[in-house]
Structure formats: C-alpha cells, structure tokens
C-alpha cells in the first residue's frame, strides 16, 4: 500500500510539473538572421535598390526561415528571387515564377530569369537553389501543398490588368493556396489605390485597391495574420500613376502577412 502512495504521489508531482512546463515559444525573427542574403555578392546590382525596398526588413516579416520551400509569385528581375536563395540555405529550394505573358511583353523578362537560375545552379548548369517556372500567369505551376512561403512584390494587381485573361485574379489566387502546406504563408506587397477606386485603378495607376484584394484572397481561404507599414508613404497622393517619375520607387506600398488555415 506504501508503495502504491508513493508511486501516486510521484505521479501528481510529475503531471504537475508538466503542467507548469511553459509551452515552447514562438520563434524570433530578426533583420540581422538576414544579412547574409543582403550582402550576397550574387546580388551586388541590385543593391542600389536596397534603401527603398528594405530587404532585410521584409524578409523578417515575412518569417523565412532556412531549409524552407519558398515560391516568388512573378519574380520580375529576379530581385526577392536572390534573396531568397540565400535565406533559405543550402537545404531550400526556391521556385522563381515568370508569367509568360510578361515575357512576351518584356523579352528581357526570360533572360533575368535565366541569369537569375544561373547564379544558384551546378557547374554544369543544372538548376539546383533556384529552380525556374514559366506558364500563364493564372496557372502558376509550383508543387502542390509543398510550399512553406510564397511571396508576390508589387504584382498582385497585375492579376487584374487588361492584358491577362479576365479571371486571372481568381485562379492565380487559388492555385497560390493550393501550392501551400496547410498552414504556410502568403505574403503580397503592392502598391496601395485610393479606397473604392475599385479595379481601374490596376490598368489605369497600377495600384490595387485593398479591399478587393483582400476579398479575393480570403474568398479563398487565406486569413490575415499581419499588416506592416513597412513601405508607408503618407505623402503620395495614392492617384499617381506609380511609375511617374514624381512617384516611382516612393508609392504606398501595404504588406500583409497571410497564412493558409491548418498545422
């Protein structure tokens, strides 16, 4: 009987301590994990850029951590693309996304591509850190339910111009939540439109209005988990073209954090 008391009491003292055991916090993210990708010399061009688009400020918010599966959601120049490569570590992969419809307006588009891949792959020229994807704009082609992060600059508006198939918006949405694990992110920067400006403002000033942003991506699925005002400009007009020279590089820009429901 003794022993039956004291194993019990053994037993409350452990359930107690478990109880009292803080659970594991979350982690911390900060600008410094970052800077490696910063300083990267494969990027030493696009470092001019770096004082207004603040890469080591939004790479932090958007929480990357190393050997994740990250997608950049219509990679331009490949400017996230590089940095990315770096801040996800030999063990990551990031998928570079290039619209073909861009390309055809902009032949340049899938030599940046190109170059961008090169810059990461073996010494044969097999991609390796960085692997390139070109298709409809709608039809983003990234591994299903695989990603951990997907990240789209100054381009989710472009769902919504005139020359990509009306639609765009809606599938391109979906297939971004479909590319995530469950619980992954999707973080969209772009620049802000006058509120109700509605979806002229997409062909007309290259803005997006938020509130139709944001319909979109929660009709979805997605769920806001963070805003930053990280590219604020309380000054611009939020009427201006963006790529007028009075504006360009210096637009209100809103950044949101969205995460995909699940574990």
Not at 26 to 53: E, F, H, K, S
Not at 77 to 82: E, H, I, M, N, P
Not at 123 to 129: E, F, L, N, S, V
């Amino acid at each position: 009987m003794k022993r039956l008391i004291i194993t019990a009491i053994a037993m409350s003292a452990l359930a107690a301590c478990d109880a009292a055991e803080p659970s594991p916090e979350a982690p911390q993210y900060t600008q410094r994990q970052y800077m490696q990708a910063v300083n990267d010399i494969a990027r030493l061009d696009d470092q001019a850029d770096d004082a207004q688009r603040k890469p080591a400020k939004m790479l932090t918010f958007a929480q990357i951590d190393k050997g994740e599966k990250v997608g950049d959601f219509v990679m331009g120049g490949g400017y996230w693309t590089k940095l990315l490569a770096i801040a996800v570590g030999s063990d990551g992969k990031v998928y570079a996304f290039q619209p073909t419809e861009f390309i055809a307006m902009i032949p340049e588009l899938a030599e940046q591509q190109d170059d961008t891949v090169r810059r990461y792959s073996e010494d044969d020229g097999t991609p390796k850190q960085v692997l390139p994807l070109r298709g409809p704009i709608a039809e983003p082609d990234f591994p299903k339910g695989a990603l951990d992060t997907i990240i789209t600059v100054q381009n989710y508006h472009d769902l919504y111009i005139d020359e990509v198939p009306q639609g765009s918006a809606k599938a391109a949405t979906k297939a971004l939540y479909d590319a995530l694990k469950p619980g992954g992110v999707l973080v969209v920067v772009d620049h802000t439109a006058m509120e109700g400006a509605g979806l002229d403002a997409a062909n007309t000033l290259h803005r997006m209005d938020k509130q139709v942003a944001m319909d979109q991506l929660t009709a979805v699925g997605f769920v806001l988990e963070a805003e930053s005002d990280l590219y604020a400009n309380p000054a611009d007009d939020l009427g201006t073209n963006v790529f007028d020279e009075s504006i360009r590089g210096k637009s209100d820009q809103f950044a949101w954090r969205l995460r995909k429901p699940g574990n």
